[in-house]
């Protein structure tokens, strides 16, 4: 049966209590919140217990010590008393707060005098990235990793390095740290003893510490140099990316220096031979050779001859019959080629290739196969202004001119006979080899028909020729085939019969042949010189 205490009793109670809790933890109830040392007095796979000199032993999960923490009993340890007393009447310990605390006091130390302190980046948060200080949690702002942007932070992370403290509150728990501030620090001390005994053609060892463009940035311990893309190698590098990598170790030899501007040019390629020297003996005009495509252009492809040396073979050099096709449609990066050398110029470091040399020149082989005189049959690919162009053999083409199509008609006028796709017979009348030009003609499949008329007809000679066409200016007429033409002034020896109009198509007409024209294949005649000629006689016989 409960009984109730009277009010005399509580003070008592109170005063009782109070002696007990004095008795049990005494003076140490202050501990509470601080850092003090333990000894590890039994040890589970799980947790250490503790005995930190009070009433009551406390446990602490291994863990908390580091998976790979060596410990055994006995071991003094600095442990963070959280409370007196949990539900098991065991004291509240921890390592890691007491790590903590730990940190935090040499943090503050570091700071007060101005010393770096280790840590390892090991996250990524907001704007930056997460420290482990020793137990304490820093912010590195994405800004103070490094003194240039870094791109890749991966290779930073999980690796102790110095940095700055550059501002903390304990009361917040706030910590902001700094790479940036050490390298720079560190960069300024480096770069002074080492501009000191720079000279050009110093070979030195470095870092590739940034890839551009047109570059790389190389660290050469404390001061920066540029690695420009024309001085990685003598072979022709599009971008320094194909030859280095961010963080690469090379060896470098400054080819410039300024001391003033403090500005370091650097080279790779000057630690090895140079490969164009003696290239005009290693590669004599008319050599060929195989090489291998590393670049297409749309001007031509660039053929590597060896390690460094390169070549041009210019879109105009590719093929014989392929002239508007680009490069790339003949050949393909990386492909094993033959090319003849064609030019050597070692000042410039050009060399100009052909692939077509090597090939069998198809205009060559056409004269060998078809000399002049021979007749060929072939397509008529196209029609111009110019006359028709056909297919040949080795994908070439012949032309026939205008003029020559026919004999007894105008270009104009036979070119209208043709049309594309048609197959014709041709004679051949010329090979140009070097201008790769082959002259066709149709109308000399047959004979000259001015030249078998013309031996007929002589100049001076009476003849009856057939009007054609009546002008202003005279009279035209056939004469057996042959273009002839009586001038109004011709038409008669009586000036009022010089009239064309009295003349008709189809109407004959005799008349004297006055000259013979065989370029124009033009016969000129004259009524009133066979007039003439016919009253002299006259008068001379009857006179």
């Not at 999960?61 to 949990?86: H, L, Q």
């Not at 590195?140 to 403290?165: K, Y």
């Not at 057996?480 to 009295?502: C, H, M, T, V, Y």
Request: proline share 3%.
């Amino acid at each position: 049966m409960a009984t109730k205490n009277t009010a005399a009793e509580i003070p008592a109670m109170k005063e009782n209590f109070a002696e007990l809790f004095n008795e049990m933890f005494g003076e140490d109830k202050g501990l509470e919140g601080s850092v003090v040392k333990g000894t590890i007095v039994a040890l589970s796979d799980d947790y250490a217990t503790i005995d930190v000199g009070l009433k009551s032993e406390g446990r602490i999960a291994r863990r908390e010590f580091g998976f790979n923490a060596e410990m055994k009993v006995g071991d003094k340890v600095d442990v963070y008393i959280d409370r007196y007393e949990d539900k098991d009447g065991m004291v509240v310990l921890s390592r890691e707060k007491a790590r903590r605390e730990e940190a935090w006091n040499e943090l503050e130390k570091a700071q007060a005098n101005g010393e770096r302190v280790t840590g390892v980046i090991f996250g990524r948060v907001k704007g930056g990235f997460t420290v482990d200080l020793s137990g304490a949690i820093a912010f590195l702002p994405g800004s103070q990793v490094d003194i240039r942007p870094v791109r890749d932070v991966g290779p930073l992370m999980g690796t102790p390095q110095p940095f700055q403290i550059l501002k903390m509150d304990r009361a917040r728990g706030n910590i902001v740290v700094s790479r940036r501030a050490v390298l720079e620090e560190t960069r300024v001390e480096q770069r002074s003893e080492l501009i000191k005994n720079l000279s050009e053609g110093q070979i030195l060892d470095g870092v590739v510490k940034n890839i551009t463009d047109y570059g790389a940035f190389i660290d050469l311990g404390g001061v920066d140099g540029l690695l420009h893309v024309t001085d990685i190698a003598w072979k022709r590098i599009n971008h320094p990316s194909e030859a280095l990598t961010i963080g690469q170790p090379v060896k470098v030899q400054i080819i410039r220096f300024n001391p003033e501007t403090q500005r370091i040019s650097l080279g790779m390629k000057q630690l090895e031979a140079d490969p164009w020297a003696n290239v005009e003996q290693k590669y004599p005009v008319g050599t060929k050779l195989m090489g291998r495509v590393t670049n297409i252009t749309d001007y031509g492809a660039f053929i590597e001859l060896e390690q460094g040396v390169e070549g041009l073979v210019h879109v105009s050099e590719m093929s014989w019959t392929k002239k508007n096709t680009h490069p790339g449609k003949i050949i393909s990066t990386s492909q094993e080629v033959e090319v003849q050398v064609l030019e050597v110029d070692p000042q410039k470091r050009r060399i100009s290739l052909g692939l077509k040399q090597c090939m069998p020149n198809p205009w060559a082989a056409f004269a060998e196969k078809h000399p002049v005189g021979s007749v060929i049959e072939g397509e008529i690919r196209n029609i111009t202004e110019f006359g028709l162009f056909v297919g040949l053999d080795g994908d070439i083409d012949g032309m026939v001119h205008l003029s020559d199509l026919s004999w007894d008609k105008s270009g104009e006028e036979a070119v209208k006979d043709y049309k594309k796709g048609d197959v014709i017979k041709a004679k051949v009348l010329d090979v140009d080899v070097e201008k790769e030009r082959i002259s066709l003609g149709v109308k000399q499949l047959s004979a000259d028909p001015f030249e078998g008329v013309a031996q007929d007809v002589k100049k001076g000679a009476v003849v009856t020729a057939v009007v054609t066409a009546v002008t202003e200016t005279g009279v035209e007429v056939d004469l057996n085939g042959l273009k002839g033409f009586i001038r109004k002034a011709d038409l008669s020896r009586d000036r009022s019969e010089q009239r064309p109009e009295r003349f008709a198509v189809g109407d004959k007409v005799d008349a004297k042949v006055t000259s013979i024209d065989a370029k124009t294949r033009k016969v000129s005649l004259s009524i009133k010189a066979r007039e003439i000629d016919e009253e002299k006689e006259a008068l001379s016989e009857f006179g």
